[in-house]
C-alpha cells in the first residue's frame, strides 16, 4: 500500500512484523508496510492495542522488527538517533530539571555551550508561551504544560523527523484542541516530517496530511486517507463539510458505524 | 517547622512521656504488689530486677555519666557488679557513645561508596547483574557474627577487626536499595534521553544518578541502622571501649556475656543507643527532603 | 534484542561461571595458605594451635561429610529452620499489621516512631540479655528475638508500601462506594503487595542471620547457631565454613522458594508493577 508521488520516502517499514513475547504471545504487528514521505505528516490512526505504539517505537529504535525492515533515509534503523525525535505516550518530562533544563537538555548532549543552549530553549518557550515558568519543576506544571514542554524538548534540537505517541491523549478536550493548534502552527512554520500517532480521528484530520487506518491486533492497514483541507487549519476548518464527510468515512472504517450514535444502538440490539 | 513536622515530634515525645510514665508505674509495682502472689508469669515480670525501675535506670545514667560522688539519697545501695567493673575500667556514657559514634560513621563512609558501587554497578548491567548476584547473596548470609569471629583468627584484636565487619555490613544493606534505585529508573526517562541523543556519561550524571537518589538516599537510612548495630554487636563481643562494651560490662573476653547484667544499665544503654541511632536517623531523613525536593 | 536462548538460562549460566569463579580462586588461596599461613593463633588468653585458617576443600569435605554422616547438619539445620521460620512468621504478621496501621494512619506513625526506633537501632546481642530477663532461657525467647528484627524490617518495609499506593485508587475506591475494609483487602493490600513481598525476603535472610545470636540463648544442639558458636569458640575453621555455608543454601534456598510463590501469588491478582 505504497502511496503515490512522496519524493523518497523519510521513514519506510516494509512488511513489518513484531510479536510481543509471553505466556500468550501478542502479534502486535503483521505485515505492515508503510512510508513517510519528505516533510509529510502522517497521521496513525487506530484503536486501542492496534500496535500504533509498537510501530513508533520501531521507527525509534527501541525495538527491532521480528520480521521485514524498518529504514531512514535509506538507512536501516539500529537504534534510537537524535533526528528521531521521540515524544512517549507516557509522561517523561524529567521531573529533577527544571523546565529550561528539560529543553535544554538534547542540547547539551550535543555538547552546545551554556549561553547557545539558552539561546534555543527561550526561544522554544515563548513559542508555547510557557516562559514565566522556565525555571519552576515540572511538579508545579499541568499536565498539558508538561507535554508541550516535552515537545519543546524534543524540537530543541532540530530534528527532521518527529515521531509522536498520542501525546495529547491525556488531556481534556480543550486543552487538546488548543495543543493542536499549537502544534500545527509549530509544524506550518519549521516544516519537519512527522509520524503522530491517535486515535482520534478529528485531531488526525485536522493536522495531517495523510492518514492510515490500522486495524486492530495483529495491526495492518486497513485504509488510507489523503487529506486534501487547505492550510494553514483553523479551528474553522473543523467545522467544514469537507472535515465531516472525511471524519464520517474514517469512523465507518474504524467500525463506529454511522455518525449519529442513536442510529448504532438498534444496530447492536437488532443483531 | 512544617505543621506535619510539628504534628510528629509532638506525637513522638507524647508517646515517649506515655511510655515512660507506664514504665515507671509498672517498674514500681513491686512496692505495692507482691510479685510472688501473682501468676508466675506476670510476678516473673514485675520483679525489680527484671524491670528495672525508672529510679534505678536514671541512677545508672548518673553513675555512668562520671560521676564518682556518693550515691544520692534513696538511691539503690549497692552498685551492681556490672557498673563496678564498668567503673574499674573507667568506662563512661558520653566516652562510650563518641567512640561508637566514631566507629559509625567510619563504617559509613567506607561501606557506603562501595555498596552504592556494587548495587549501581548490578542495576546498571545486566551483565554485572547475573555474574554479581548470586556472589552478593552467598556473601549477605554470613552472620556478622561467625565473621567477626573468623576476622578475629586472622587480625587479633585490632581496630579493623572491629571496623571491617561495620564497613561489610553497611555496604551489603545498600547494594540492594541501590540496585532497584538505578534498575527500576523509570524506563520512558531512559527512552526519552537516549532519542534526544544522550549517551554513556551524560545519560549517567544527568538522567539515571538523579532518578536514583530517592531510592539511595533510602538506602542511607537503612545503612544507618545496620551499622549501629553491627558497630554495637562488634564492641560486645571484641572491644574494650564504645557502647557495646558497656552493655556488656567491660572485661576479659572470656568473660563476656557472663557477668551479672544490671538491667538498669542495660536499659540506659539501649536507650542511649537508640536516642544516637535515631538524632542520624532524623539527619537523613532532612537530607533527603532536601535532595529531593523535586519530587511529586 | 530478541534472542534465541531463552534469557533465564542465560542468567543461570552466568551465575555458574561466577559461582564457579569464586569456588576456584578460593581452592587456589587454600592450597597456598595451607603452606604459607601460620596455624598457631593467638586467642586470648593463650594460643591455639593448629588452626587451619584457609580450609582446603579436602578437609572441607571431610568436615561436611563428618557432619551429615553424623546427622548432626541435618538436625541443626531442621531445627534451626524451625525457629526461623517461626521468628519470620511471626515477625511479618505483626510487621505488616502495625506497618499497614502506620502506613494509612500518620499519626498512628508518629506515636509509634519512638518504640520502632527502640528495636530499630539496638542490635539483637543488646536485646539478648533483656529477652532472656524477661521471657525465659528457652525457647520462646529465641524466637522472640528473631521476630523482633523481623518485625522491624518488615513494618518499614509495609509501611513505605502502604504509603506508596497511589491516592487516586483510593480516592476512585471510596467514589465509588467501597468501605474502607473492602478498599483495604481490594486495593491496598494487593497494590502494596510487592513491597511487602520484598522486605519479607529480606526479613528471611536477617532471620537467618540472627539465627546465631538467638541460639547463644541456652545453647544446645541440635542447632546451627551453636554449631557455629562452638566452631568459632575452638576455632575449628572447616567447621564454620561449612556451617556458614550451610546456611547460605537455606537462604538460596527459601529465597528461591519465596520467589516461586510470589510469582504463583501475583498471577492470581494478574498483572501488578
Redesign the interface.
Known amino acids: 500500500m505504497t502511496p503515490a508521488g512522496t519524493r523518497g520516502a523519510r521513514l519506510e517499514a516494509v512488511d513489518v512484523g513484531y510479536v510481543y513475547p509471553g505466556r500468550t504471545a501478542t502479534q502486535a504487528l503483521d505485515g505492515l508496510t508503510l512510508d513517510v514521505g519528505d516533510n509529510e505528516f502522517l497521521a496513525v490512526l487506530g484503536p486501542v492495542g492496534c500496535g500504533k505504539t509498537t510501530l513508533l517505537r520501531i521507527f525509534a529504535g527501541f525495538l527491532r522488527p521480528a520480521s521485514g525492515t524498518v529504514r531512514c533515509d535509506g538507512a536501516a534503523i539500529d537504534g534510537p538517533g537524535s533526528q528521531r525525535g521521540y515524544v512517549l505516550q507516557e509522561d517523561a518530562i524529567f521531573p529533577w530539571m527544571t523546565v529550561r533544563e528539560n529543553v535544554e537538555f538534547g542540547l547539551m548532549a550535543r555538547g552546545i555551550d551554556a549561553a547557545g543552549r539558552r539561546a534555543v530553549s527561550a526561544e522554544l518557550l515563548d513559542l508555547i508561551g510557557l516562559s514565566a515558568f522556565e525555571d519552576a519543576h515540572p511538579k508545579e506544571l499541568s499536565a498539558g504544560m508538561s507535554k508541550m514542554v516535552e515537545v519543546a524538548r524534543v524540537l530543541a534540537t532540530d530534528p527532521s523527523i518527529l515521531l509522536l505517541d498520542e501525546p495529547f491523549g491525556a488531556l481534556d478536550a480543550q486543552t487538546r484542541a488548543r495543543l493542536q493548534e499549537a502544534l500545527g502552527r509549530l509544524w506550518e512554520q519549521r516544516r519537519k516530517t512527522v509520524l503522530f500517532v491517535t486515535h482520534d480521528a478529528e485531531e488526525a484530520i485536522h493536522l495531517a496530511d495523510r492518514i492510515v487506518v490500522l486495524s486492530s491486533r495483529p495491526g495492518r492497514i486497513k485504509a488510507e486517507f489523503r487529506v486534501d483541507l487547505p492550510r494553514p487549519r483553523s479551528l474553522e476548518t473543523r467545522f467544514s463539510a469537507a472535515f465531516s464527510d472525511l471524519k464520517r468515512r474514517i469512523w465507518e472504517v474504524l467500525g463506529l458505524g454511522g455518525v449519529s450514535a442513536r442510529e448504532q444502538v438498534p444496530r447492536i440490539a437488532g443483531s | 517547622m512544617k505543621s506535619t513536622t510539628r504534628q510528629r515530634y509532638a506525637l513522638g515525645l507524647l508517646s515517649l512521656v506515655t511510655l515512660v510514665v507506664a514504665y515507671t508505674l509498672v517498674s514500681n509495682a513491686y512496692r505495692v504488689i507482691d510479685p510472688a502472689s501473682l501468676p508466675d508469669a506476670l510476678g516473673g515480670l514485675l520483679r525489680p530486677d527484671v524491670l528495672p525501675p525508672t529510679q534505678a535506670v536514671v541512677e545508672a545514667f548518673r553513675e555512668l555519666a562520671g560521676g564518682s560522688g556518693p550515691p544520692a539519697a534513696g538511691a539503690r545501695v549497692q552498685v551492681s557488679e556490672q557498673l563496678a567493673g564498668l567503673r574499674r575500667e573507667g568506662v563512661t556514657l558520653p566516652a562510650s557513645i563518641v567512640i561508637t559514634t566514631a566507629r559509625v560513621l567510619f563504617g559509613l563512609a567506607v561501606g557506603m561508596p562501595l555498596g552504592i558501587l556494587v548495587g549501581f554497578l548490578m542495576g546498571w548491567s545486566r551483565k554485572a547483574d547475573d555474574y554479581l548476584h548470586p556472589i552478593y547473596v552467598l556473601l549477605r548470609s554470613v552472620p556478622p557474627l561467625a565473621m567477626i569471629t573468623y576476622i578475629m583468627l586472622w587480625l587479633g584484636h585490632s581496630e579493623a577487626h572491629r571496623l571491617i565487619p561495620i564497613v561489610y555490613a553497611v555496604a551489603a544493606a545498600v547494594v540492594i536499595p541501590t540496585y532497584h534505585g538505578v534498575r527500576d529508573v523509570a524506563g520512558r526517562y531512559l527512552v526519552a534521553a537516549r532519542s534526544l541523543g544522550a549517551r554513556g556519561r551524560l545519560l549517567l550524571a544527568r538522567v539515571v544518578l538523579p532518578a536514583a537518589r530517592p531510592a539511595m538516599l533510602a538506602g542511607l537510612r537503612y545503612g544507618i541502622a545496620i551499622a549501629w548495630m553491627t558497630a554495637v554487636g562488634a564492641e560486645m563481643l571484641m572491644a574494650e571501649n564504645g557502647m557495646g562494651n558497656l552493655l556488656v560490662g567491660g572485661g576479659m573476653w572470656s568473660t563476656r556475656l557472663q557477668t551479672r547484667t544490671d538491667p538498669a544499665v542495660v536499659m540506659a544503654g539501649i536507650i542511649t543507643l537508640a536516642g544516637a541511632g535515631w538524632v542520624m536517623d532524623a539527619a537523613a531523613r532532612v537530607l533527603t527532603a532536601r535532595l529531593t525536593r523535586w519530587q511529586r | 534484542?530478541?534472542s534465541i536462548l531463552p534469557a533465564r538460562w542465560?542468567?543461570v549460566r552466568?551465575?555458574v561461571?561466577?559461582?564457579g569463579a569464586?569456588a576456584l580462586l578460593y581452592g587456589i588461596a587454600a592450597a597456598i595458605g595451607a603452606d604459607r599461613l601460620p596455624r598457631r593463633?593467638?586467642?586470648?588468653?593463650h594460643y591455639v594451635e593448629d588452626?587451619e585458617?584457609l580450609p582446603t576443600y579436602p578437609s572441607l569435605a571431610y568436615e561436611l561429610g563428618f557432619l551429615v554422616e553424623s546427622g548432626i547438619l541435618a538436625g541443626a539445620v531442621a531445627v534451626s529452620a524451625g525457629r526461623v521460620l517461626a521468628g519470620v512468621v511471626l515477625g511479618s504478621i505483626i510487621g505488616i499489621l502495625l506497618g499497614l496501621a502506620t502506613g494509612r494512619a500518620?499519626?498512628l506513625e508518629?506515636?509509634?516512631?519512638?518504640?520502632v526506633?527502640?528495636f530499630?537501632?539496638?542490635?539483637?546481642?543488646?536485646?539478648l540479655?533483656?529477652f532472656v530477663?524477661?521471657f525465659g532461657y528457652d525457647e520462646v525467647s529465641k524466637v522472640l528475638l528473631i521476630a523482633a528484627n523481623v518485625g522491624v524490617v518488615v513494618l518499614l518495609g509495609t509501611h513505605?508500601a502502604v504509603r506508596n499506593v497511589p491516592g487516586v485508587y483510593l480516592e476512585a475506591a471510596a467514589s465509588l462506594g467501597a468501605s474502607p475494609g473492602l478498599a483495604l483487602r481490594k486495593i491496598v493490600l494487593p497494590a502494596a503487595f510487592p513491597q511487602v513481598f520484598a522486605s519479607i525476603r529480606?526479613a528471611m535472610?536477617l532471620g537467618?542471620?540472627?539465627?546465631?545470636?538467638a541460639e547463644?540463648i541456652n545453647p544446645r544442639m541440635p542447632s546451627l547457631g551453636y554449631l557455629?558458636?562452638l566452631a568459632?569458640a575452638y576455632?575449628r575453621?572447616s567447621t564454620?565454613v561449612v556451617?556458614?555455608g550451610t546456611?547460605?543454601a537455606v537462604?538460596?534456598l527459601f529465597?528461591m522458594l519465596a520467589l516461586l510463590l510470589h510469582a504463583r501469588v501475583t498471577r492470581w491478582m494478574g498483572r501488578s508493577a
Open positions: 534484542m530478541a542465560t542468567r552466568r551465575a561461571v561466577a559461582l569464586l593463633i593467638w586467642m586470648s588468653p588452626v585458617l500518620t499519626r508518629y506515636l509509634t516512631d519512638p518504640w526506633t527502640f530499630k537501632f539496638t542490635p539483637a546481642l543488646a536485646l540479655p533483656l530477663l524477661w513505605q529480606v535472610g537467618w542471620v540472627t539465627i546465631v545470636v547463644l557455629l558458636t568459632g576455632p575453621v564454620m556451617g556458614i546456611i547460605g537462604v538460596l529465597d
